[in-house]
Every structure is written in C-alpha cells, then in structure tokens.
C-alpha cells in the first residue's frame, strides 16, 4: 500500500472530491430543476458551501496531521490546545453584546481573534524560561486552558436569553451556511497559504514524529520547526473556526484514515489528508442538509456521528498500534 | 580530554553521573555551560546543526517509534541533513540508504515496519538510520539496552565491525561494565557530572574504582579470552548477614 506512486492517490482523490462536489450540488433541501437553480441563484449559494467545505475540511484535517505529530499523540486534533473554546468565547461575547448585528465580521473576526489569543496564551504557559517549549507541558496547558475557557463560555450561555443562546448553540455546532462572499475568500487565502508552506515543509513532521531529540541529531531546528507548525495549524483552525464554527471530530479521523491508507509518509500524508478532508466535509454537510430537509442539522452533528464509531473501529481494532 | 579518530570510547557512571547529559552537549542538543568541544579542532557552537548531523549521528533512548514508517523509510530519514528543504530525496540517498542497510545487517528486513520488528533488529535499523548521515563520529545511549544477550552481542559487533572498517570513532554509552570492557578502547567514568577517570579497560576497571563510584564491592579477574578486566559479581560480598 505505501508503494503506490503519489500522483496516483492524488488523482484518485481528487476524481472521488469532485464526484462528491457534484453529489453535493445537486442535493439540497428544496429539489430544484437545474435550469432553474441558475436563475434562482440557489447554485451560487451551494457552490460556496461546497468551496467553504472544501478549504474547512482541508484545514481542519492538515491541522490535525500536524497535531498529531508534533504532539506525537495520537488522540491530538486540531482543537486540542483550546482553539475551539477560545474561539466560541470570543464569538459568544460578540454574540451576547449584540456585536453580531453591526456588522457580519463581527463573529468571524471575534471568533478569530480568541482563537488566536489562546494559541498564544498556552503556548506562553508552556514556555520554560530557556524558550523551550516541551510539548507535554504545552498539551497539558492547552487542556486546562480550553476546559477554564469552557467554563466561561458555559456560564455565559447561561445567562444569555433564548434567542442568544440559540445562536451561539447554533454557532458552537458548526454551520457552513456561507453568510459573505468575503469571509469565504479571506479564510480560503489564508488556509491555502498556510497549507502551501505545510506542503513544502511535510518532510520535517517525518522527522519530528522521532521526537525532538532525535529530529535535532538529524540537524532539524526543533524549537523553529514547533513554532511555525504550531502557528500554521492554529491559523488553519481559526480561519475554519472563524468560517464556520466548531466541526469535530474530522481533524481527528482523517489523518488516521489516511495514514491508514497510504502510509505515515508526511510528504505524502498531508496533501492527500487535505483532499480527503474536505471530500468528508463535502459530503457531510450534503447529509446535513437533506438527510431531515427541509429542516437543516448542523453538520458537527453529522461528523460527529460518523466519527465517533469510526474512532472506535480504529481503536478497537489496534492491529499494531493507535497509530494503525 | 582528547578522543582520537577511530577510536571507541565508552561512557560509565552511575545513574544520574550525568552520561546521557554529556552525550547531549556533545550532539549540541544541550549547550556548553564551560569549556569548548573541538570537532576536528572546530568549535562545535560554530558548526550549524544541519552540517554537525552529517559529521555526527547520534543514537538516543529517547526516540518514538509510534509511526509505522518501514526500515528502508527509517534508513532514508537519516539522509535528511543532505535533503533540500523539500524534502525529496535523489539516487545517491536512496544508495547511501541501501549500503547502510547492508552494513548494518539488515536489508532483508528493510520493507518490514520499524513498529513490527524486535527490539534488536529495531536497534539495528536506527544504526541503519545513523549510517545513512555518512558520519565520522557515533554517538550511541545504551545501545543494548532491554536487548536480551543474543541481540545485546549482535548490536555491539555491528558496531565494532563499523568502527574497524570505517575508522568511525564512536563513543557509547554503557551500563554492562564487562560489555564496556569487551568492546571499548577506552573508558571515561563519570561521576555527580565530573570525569574521575579515563584510560584504557585495564586502567580504570578495578574493584576500588567501582567500589568508589558505584559503591559496590565486586571482583575483578581477566577474560580467559581477551585478557580484558571482567567484573564478577557476588551477592554475599555486599550484605553478607542478610
């Protein structure tokens, strides 16, 4: 299986991404006629749900293969280090000021802005003074953080009234309705960028899968390396996070999926982890709006419920290791 | 302290004497509180990490091995201070990453997984590993380590035949004295972060040095074999009441 040529697995990726591209766009919960979808303009709204599945589900995987192995934990995802709850606070204070009908940047920007702050915030409580950061203590750091942050989040949906509530709820389980052509380009910008230098640089997480001893004796500037990939895979997060609320469990299941498919090669792994990612967004939020339509289920609804079993599948299984 | 090339040094102390600390300073994991390393009379601070790991490679106990990544992809990884930042390796890695595995006995296992393997032969492929860096000088961490006698043997002749037919100098790491004994040219013993001696086996592997630094009474006698110093053990010689 790790033999096959890359080119080939992209292209079969790629030819399986864009059948569930047309699936997806011609699914819906109201049952139009194409020559109509056209006019009504219903097209133009699906394909930037399609493309905005596409950039999250690429994000939120890659972000998750980086997780994975610079955390070297096989449970690590793309929220593990509080992004998720950083983000929900700052777009449930948006939320609950009322900032979210001034302007529609507000919640992305909230959003944005608190994923950010945390991502700094835990990796400034992991720092030893020497500017080590050792990654347990960041794991760590990121776990209490994102569960302090929750709280704070949970204490103001309390509060909130009914209506509020609904929205940040609503918020909180992830929704691809795209409300701004905008939002989608600057989140697409900013993935594609950062997935780019991923791209370039997969070979570094190859060797930082041996830990960071090992990735140093091998000439690798570890300290350097973490950092980058650190701040690549939370800007992915937060722009996804910022686009479309928190969409679990897909940066968890993908990079082991994949890895389980064509191998643990990071050169290879994250291009294909990014392709089959948003083929599983793609095709998850098609369920999450016909599957009860008219009535639409937030699609971290729907990932989820697959991923979940799925997870277990693979823990149950445990031929060699967690690791597949 | 001098090592000269082609030598094989072994590092003894008890726990905590600071043996593996020593080995981090010298692959520049750590740095130099005082003094200077000279690597070829250059100051290892001067040398970038990326030329030091192809002068250098390195064995540590600390290595994950979770991935299922093959040997012959483990092999590879060792070319990586060669590779450009893209990461792709040419002909000559892939033959500099095949003739490692020959030297280290191993080609036949080179599509099994690195997570499949024993602990032995696993030991192998990260010499394997280290080989690919084309090094002068191997550090090693209780290579044998967990390693039963038959693998224990088999990882430090490897060595050995390595640094005969390559002149590569190493210095290891060891806990087995009567391994360091067999295998080294020299040993160093450190103690609470302080060499208290180095010299040949004969030199420094007496009962009084390891009373002194370990704080246990043994016995010394020849290998009948190599005339090398052989440590014997006896339980009733430290609490005879018991």
């Known amino acids: 299986m790790h033999k096959q040529k890359s080119w080939i697995i992209y292209l079969v990726l790629l030819v399986i991404l864009a059948g569930a591209c047309g699936v997806s766009l011609f699914a819906g919960a109201v049952r139009v006629p194409i020559s109509e979808m056209f006019e009504s303009g219903i097209i133009q709204l699906r394909i930037a749900r399609i493309l905005l599945a596409i950039f999250a589900g690429a994000a939120l995987s890659v972000s998750g293969v980086i997780f994975q192995a610079l955390l070297r934990n096989p449970l690590a995802e793309p929220y593990i280090l509080g992004v998720s709850s950083g983000a929900g606070l700052g777009a449930s204070i948006a939320i609950v000021l009322g900032l979210g009908t001034l302007s529609i940047w507000a919640l992305p920007a909230t959003a944005f802005a608190g994923a950010m702050l945390t991502i700094f915030l835990v990796y400034r409580l992991a720092r030893e003074p020497s500017g080590v950061v050792p990654v347990y203590t960041l794991l760590l750091a990121g776990v209490i953080v994102n569960a302090a942050l929750s709280s704070i989040l949970m204490f103001i949906v309390s509060v909130s009234s009914s209506d509020e509530l609904h929205n940040v709820v609503w918020w909180l389980l992830g929704n691809l309705q795209i409300f701004d052509w905008q939002l989608l380009k600057l989140a697409s910008f900013v993935v594609a960028v950062c997935l780019t230098v991923v791209v370039i640089l997969s070979n570094d997480l190859n060797i930082m899968t041996m830990g960071e001893e090992p990735a140093a004796h091998l000439g690798l500037n570890v300290e350097r390396t973490k950092k980058l990939f650190f701040l690549l895979a939370s800007l992915m997060t937060a722009a996804t996070v910022a686009a479309c609320g928190l969409i679990g469990f897909v940066g968890l299941i993908i990079p082991h999926s994949v890895r389980l498919a064509i191998g643990p090669d990071h050169r290879r792994l994250v291009f294909a982890s990014a392709l089959a990612g948003a083929t599983f967004l793609v095709l998850a939020d098609g369920v999450a709006r016909t599957i009860i339509a008219p009535t639409e289920i937030p699609i971290g609804v729907v990932t989820t419920f697959i991923g979940g079993p799925f997870f277990l599948f693979l823990l149950k299984r445990k031929k060699r290791s967690y690791w597949c | 302290m001098d090592v000269a090339d082609g030598e094989f040094i072994g590092l003894i102390g008890p726990n905590g004497s600071g043996k593996t600390t020593l080995l981090r300073v010298l692959s520049k994991v750590l740095p130099v509180k005082s003094g200077h390393i000279l690597l070829k009379g250059e100051n290892i601070e001067k040398i970038s990490r990326n030329n030091l790991a192809k002068t250098m490679a390195c064995l540590s106990q600390e290595i994950s091995l979770n991935l299922p990544f093959s040997v012959r992809e483990m092999t590879l990884m060792g070319r990586f201070p060669y590779l450009s930042k893209l990461g792709h ?120 040095m390891i009373q002194k630094v370990y704080g246990a009474k043994v016995l010394t006698e020849l290998n009948p074999v190599s005339q090398n110093p052989h440590i014997i053990i006896a339980a009733d010689m430290n609490h005879p009441n018991q």
């Open chain 2, 89 to 208: 390796e040419t002909g000559r890695d892939i033959e500099v990453a095949e003739e490692a595995m020959k030297l280290a006995d191993i080609s036949h296992l080179s599509d099994r997984l690195i997570t499949e393997i024993s602990g032995g032969e696993r030991q192998r492929a990260l010499i394997a590993m280290c080989l690919a860096q084309e090094p002068k000088v191997l550090l090693l961490d209780e290579p044998t380590n967990h390693l039963d006698v038959g693998h224990q043997l088999s990882v430090l002749d490897l060595i050995r035949r390595l640094n005969r037919q390559t002149n590569m100098t190493v210095v290891s790491v060891f806990h087995d004295l009567n391994l360091a004994a067999e295998y080294c040219h020299k040993i160093m013993v450190l103690d609470d972060g302080e060499v208290v001696m180095f010299g040949t086996p004969k030199e420094v592997l007496t009962s009084e």
